[in-house]
């Protein structure tokens, strides 16, 4: 059983930055692929980015690519979410989620419990 605890939300202004990050627990961290999705009011939840598990290797959905980034730290067992040039349509609540796969689906194995992102105009 995974435990994935998302934090770093909050008010931006647009053009801000903002990092969140995704801790987990209770699994051999470098077994998992892990996962940013985002929830908007009124719409469907979303693929965000993903990086690979033992690699560095990120993809990103194209409405944020050069904006954000996925990293992690293997030794904290956190995966980092930045997030650059932010504007109103980014806001949403974050997700965090882990596969046991060298990709992300749409329906991981594991899911946090949500962050609130909210960037002003």
């Known amino acids: 059983q995974v435990q994935l605890v998302e934090s770093g939300g909050g008010l931006v202004e647009a053009g801000g930055s903002l990092r969140l990050s995704c801790a987990a627990s209770?699994?051999?961290?470098?077994?998992?692929?892990m996962g940013w999705f985002r929830q908007a009011p009124g719409k469907e939840r979303e693929f965000v980015g993903s990086?690979?598990?033992?690699?560095?290797?990120?993809t990103y959905v194209g409405s944020v690519k050069g904006r954000f980034t996925i990293t992690k730290d293997s030794a904290k067992n956190t995966v980092y979410l930045q997030m650059n040039s932010l504007k109103p349509e980014d806001t949403a609540v974050y997700y965090c989620?882990?596969?046991?796969?060298?990709?992300?689906?749409?329906?991981?194995?594991?899911w946090g419990q949500g962050t609130q992102v909210t960037v002003s105009s």
């Open positions: 989620a882990a596969e046991r796969r060298s990709f992300i689906t749409i329906t991981p194995d594991y």
């Open positions: 209770g699994a051999p961290f470098s077994s998992y692929t």
């Open positions: 990086i690979v598990r033992s690699s560095s290797f990120t």
